[in-house]
């Protein structure tokens, strides 16, 4: 049991905006693409991450409804950039991003192969760089607790990249490319647990972020080693389980606005 009550993965946007921010009409519609392009952003990894671990496990009905429901989510915040902005490029993008969920959806349709794999990593980086794009221009100047939330959401999100390279990884595709990719999603975790660490987390706060510090070794272990360690569904249980952390660790400070 989770020490603090769940929140969406996405909606800390909007609780952190209301709270700093007049909402003016221009506001809103800033409020509006940030949230649904860090939902995108998150999605990219975990829809392809799916994809790779039901190729190794066919009959996980689990996961395939999680496959289908992301296609769901993510149709749910091309909708909200469609009727949020007003800006020229992001609409470009916005194209590119419907054509890949559309290319996602007919190949997840399609028996497994090589060559779907190849398009799957494609259309999640497509995804990857169309969302952070669409948020790199519609952001502002973070306070330090509003950049602690944003910390903890790039975590969860790199936690989905580093576990769909290990599932790659387990059916042969490691060419040195993914592999580096792989290395810097580690990185940069690295350095948002430092910041963790930094902040001063007090009570139940701490004693879930000392569990992050507990767990993480051991779930770099599997990524970095992921030749010699075949544990999908250990892996897939463990990249949940530091969610579910960082899911306390961002209410705590969605708390703190």
């Not at 221009?26 to 999605?43: C, H, P, Q």
């Not at 519609?138 to 990249?161: A, C, D, G, P």
Request: glycine letters at 2%; aromatic letters at 10%; hydrophobic letters at 40%.
């Amino acid at each position: 049991m989770t020490p603090f009550k769940s929140m969406t993965k996405e909606g800390f946007f909007t609780l952190l905006f209301l709270t700093y921010i007049p909402l003016t009409a221009a506001t809103r519609s800033d409020v509006n693409l940030l949230e649904a392009s860090e939902g995108i952003r998150f999605i990219s990894q975990q829809i392809v991450k799916d994809y790779f671990y039901l190729a190794q496990n066919h009959r996980n009905k689990a996961v395939m409804n999680d496959l289908h429901k992301g296609v769901l989510q993510l149709d749910t915040k091309l909708r909200t950039i469609a009727s949020a902005t007003n800006s020229e490029d992001t609409k470009d993008i916005l194209t590119f991003l419907a054509y890949s969920r559309d290319e996602i959806e007919e190949t997840i349709a399609e028996p497994y192969s090589a060559d779907n794999a190849a398009l799957m990593l494609d259309y999640s980086e497509a995804l990857l760089e169309g969302a952070e794009s669409i948020a790199a221009e519609h952001s502002y100047q973070f306070s330090t607790e509003e950049q602690m939330l944003i910390n903890v959401k790039k975590m969860q999100y790199l936690i989905e990249r580093m576990s769909k390279y290990y599932m790659t990884f387990q059916l042969g595709i490691n060419d040195l490319n993914n592999i580096k990719q792989l290395h810097q999603a580690i990185e940069a975790f690295e350095n948002g647990l430092k910041q963790l660490n930094a902040y001063g987390y007090t009570e139940q706060s701490a004693s879930v972020l000392s569990s992050l510090n507990q767990f993480w070794p051991i779930a770099k272990k599997f990524y970095l080693d992921s030749d010699k360690i075949k544990l999908p569904n250990v892996l897939n249980l463990s990249t949940q389980h530091i969610e579910n952390t960082l899911t306390d660790l961002e209410l705590y400070h969605s708390q703190n606005l």
